[in-house]
C-alpha cells in the first residue's frame, strides 16, 4: 500500500497562465479540465508538473449525473483514461444536468437537478454507475445556480448526506458556489457545511464572481471576495480539508496579483488552524495501482496541515463534436468531449465507492421505480432546458426572469467560445460588442448544435441570410471566411432562407 498523502494547496492548470502557475510559490498540485486534455499530447507546461512531482486530477463537465440518462458509456471511458494517464488520486464531476435526450438538447453549462426523491434516486444511480466504470475515487461538486426548481422535497444539506450515505461518493464543496446559492436562492452555507461528514470531503474550490442587480454570477474572472474567504474559513474551522484549489478561468490578472490571491486563500487557512478551534483532520487512504493518496472514508486520521484546492473550471458541456475526442483534436476552452474506449482495468484496493460502497449505504430506489423516475426527471429538465435555449415558455412554478437572466448567462457563455474558436467573426462584425449583441440575437431561439464550431459556421450564415453585416466589403469578408469552412459551394440564397425559417419555426 502507498504512503498516505494530502493534496495541499493548489491552482487550477490553464494554457493562459500555465508559466504562471509553474512559477507559482508553495504549489501542491493542479487541476484541469479532463476534456480538454489528451492523453499522450499533454501540454509541455503540464507534462513539467507532472515531471517535478506535482499532482494532477482530472475534473470532469460533461458526464450530466444529473441527467435522467444513464452515463454515457464514451465519457466514462475518456474519464477513466486520463485519471490513468494523469496518475490521478481521484477524478471529479458536479452534481449537475447538462443536456436531454427527448428533445436533443445542450445547456453549454451546468444545471441544477431537482431536489426531490425521484432526481435523487437517478443521480444515485448514475453515480454508482460511475464509480464501477472508474479506476480510482470519484467526488462530486456542488454547483452554483440562478434558479430554484418549484416543488423541491430535500434542502440542499439533506440531498448532499443523502447522497453520500447511499452511495459513499466524496465531496467536492465549492465555497464560492455555497456563497452564490445563498445570495440568489436565500441557502445557508453554514447548514451545508455542518451537514458534510468530515470523511466525505475530497477537496475545495474557491472562486471569484460578480453581483449584478442582485444577482451573483460565478464568473470564474473576477478575484475571490472576503465573502468567499469567510465561508473558506468557516469551513476550515470545522475540519481540516485534504485539499483547497483556485479556479480562474477568464480575465486572467497579473502573475503577482494571481500569486497574492493564492496565498490569501493559504492565509485564511493557516489563520483558521491556528484558532484552536480543533478541527478533525481529514483522513486519507491510499489508492493501490494509482500511486497517490486521497481522503476517504475509514481509514486512519493522520495530521494534515491546512490546505486550500483551486477548482479546475466549470466550463460548457457538449462542446466537440461526437468522435472529437477519440481523435484527441485541439481542444476548446470550456469545451467537453466524448471520447472512445480507453480499455481501463477496473481498480483494486480500498478504493472508496462503487459496489461495495452501496452494499454499506443507506436505502436505494427500488429497480422498478427507476424507469419511471427517470421519465419524470427527464420530461421535467427538458421543459426547464427548452426554455432556457430554445425560447419555448418557463415551465409552471419557476420565476420568470430568473430563467431570462439564466437563459442570457447560456446564450453569453456561448457567444464567448464562439468568439474562441472564430476570433475572427468579431473582428468581422466590428468588435466584441457588436459579435455578442448579434449572437445573442440568433441564440435567442437556435439550441447549440452539433459543437461550438458548427455554431460559428450557422451563425455567419445566419447573418448572410441577412445581408448582414451593413457593410458590403465586411459581409464579402464573411462571405469567404464563411466558404472557406462551410464547404466549396455554399447553398444559394432560397436554401440559406429556407433554413432560417425552419430554424425560426423550431
Known amino acids: 500500500m502507498e504512503t498516505m498523502a494530502q493534496l495541499g494547496v493548489g491552482i487550477g492548470w490553464r494554457p493562459e497562465i500555465a508559466d504562471a502557475v509553474e512559477r507559482l510559490p508553495g504549489l501542491d498540485w493542479v487541476e484541469v479540465v479532463a476534456e480538454n486534455i489528451c492523453p499522450g499530447h499533454l501540454p509541455e507546461s503540464l507534462q513539467r508538473l507532472l515531471d517535478r512531482g506535482v499532482r494532477v486530477v482530472p475534473h470532469g463537465v460533461s458526464l450530466g449525473l444529473g441527467g435522467a440518462e444513464r452515463p454515457d458509456a464514451g465519457r466514462l471511458d475518456a474519464l477513466a483514461e486520463r485519471a490513468v494517464a ?40 448514475n453515480v454508482r454507475i460511475a464509480q464501477e466504470a472508474l479506476p480510482v475515487p470519484l467526488a462530486l461538486e456542488n454547483i452554483a445556480a440562478l434558479v430554484r426548481w418549484p416543488g423541491e422535497e430535500l434542502t440542499e444539506a439533506q440531498f448532499l448526506t443523502e447522497l453520500v450515505e447511499r452511495t459513499g461518493v466524496r465531496l467536492l464543496i465549492d465555497v464560492a458556489n455555497l456563497h452564490t446559492n445563498r445570495v440568489n436562492r436565500g441557502e445557508d452555507p453554514a447548514a451545508v457545511l455542518a451537514a458534510i461528514p468530515p470523511e466525505a470531503l ?72 491556528g484558532s484552536g478551534a480543533g478541527a478533525p483532520a481529514v483522513p486519507a487512504v491510499a489508492v493501490a495501482g494509482v500511486g497517490a493518496a486521497v481522503p476517504a472514508a475509514g481509514g486512519v486520521p493522520a495530521p494534515v496541515a491546512a490546505a486550500v484546492a483551486v477548482d479546475g473550471g466549470s466550463p460548457a458541456a457538449g462542446a466537440v463534436p461526437a468522435g472529437a475526442a477519440a481523435a484527441c483534436g485541439s481542444a476548446v476552452p470550456g469545451a467537453a468531449a466524448p471520447g472512445g474506449s480507453s480499455g481501463v482495468p477496473a481498480a483494486t484496493g480500498p478504493v472508496l465507492g462503487g459496489a461495495g460502497a452501496q452494499a454499506a449505504s443507506g436505502a436505494a430506489a427500488a429497480p422498478d421505480r427507476l424507469p419511471a423516475a427517470r421519465t419524470r426527471v427527464g420530461l421535467e429538465q427538458a421543459a426547464l432546458l427548452s426554455a432556457l435555449v430554445a425560447g419555448t415558455p418557463v415551465p409552471e412554478g419557476f420565476d420568470r426572469q430568473r430563467v431570462r437572466v439564466q437563459a442570457r448567462a447560456l446564450a453569453a457563455k456561448r457567444a464567448d467560445i464562439v468568439a474562441k474558436v472564430a476570433p475572427e467573426l468579431p473582428e468581422l462584425l466590428g468588435g466584441r460588442k457588436a459579435f455578442r449583441e448579434a449572437f445573442l440575437g440568433y441564440a435567442r431561439h437556435r439550441p447549440l448544435p452539433g459543437g461550438y464550431r458548427r455554431d460559428a459556421l450557422d451563425f455567419a450564415e445566419h447573418l448572410l441570410v ?11 469578408r464573411l462571405t469567404v471566411w464563411w466558404r472557406e469552412r462551410a464547404g466549396p459551394k455554399p447553398p444559394g440564397r432560397i436554401v440559406r432562407w429556407a433554413r432560417a425559417l425552419t430554424g425560426r419555426a423550431a
Open 466 to 476: 441577412r445581408d448582414l453585416p451593413a457593410d458590403p466589403a465586411a459581409r464579402r
Open 202 to 273: 475530497a477537496y475545495v474550490h474557491v472562486a471569484g464572481g460578480v453581483e449584478r442587480d442582485g444577482v451573483w454570477h460565478d464568473t470564474h474572472a473576477h478575484p475571490v471576495p472576503p465573502a468567499v474567504l469567510a465561508i473558506l474559513a468557516d469551513l476550515a474551522g470545522r475540519m481540516r480539508p485534504a485539499g483547497v484549489l483556485l479556479e480562474r478561468d477568464d480575465a486572467f490578472p497579473p502573475e503577482d496579483e494571481l500569486a497574492a490571491e493564492f496565498a490569501a486563500i493559504r492565509s485564511t487557512l493557516e489563520a483558521a488552524a
Open 86 to 125: 494523469l496518475g490521478a488520486p481521484l477524478v471529479t464531476e458536479h452534481i449537475a444536468f447538462v443536456r436531454t435526450a427527448s428533445p436533443a438538447l445542450e445547456a453549454g453549462h451546468l444545471l441544477p437537478v431537482q431536489r426531490t426523491r425521484d432526481a435523487l434516486d437517478v443521480l444515485c444511480e
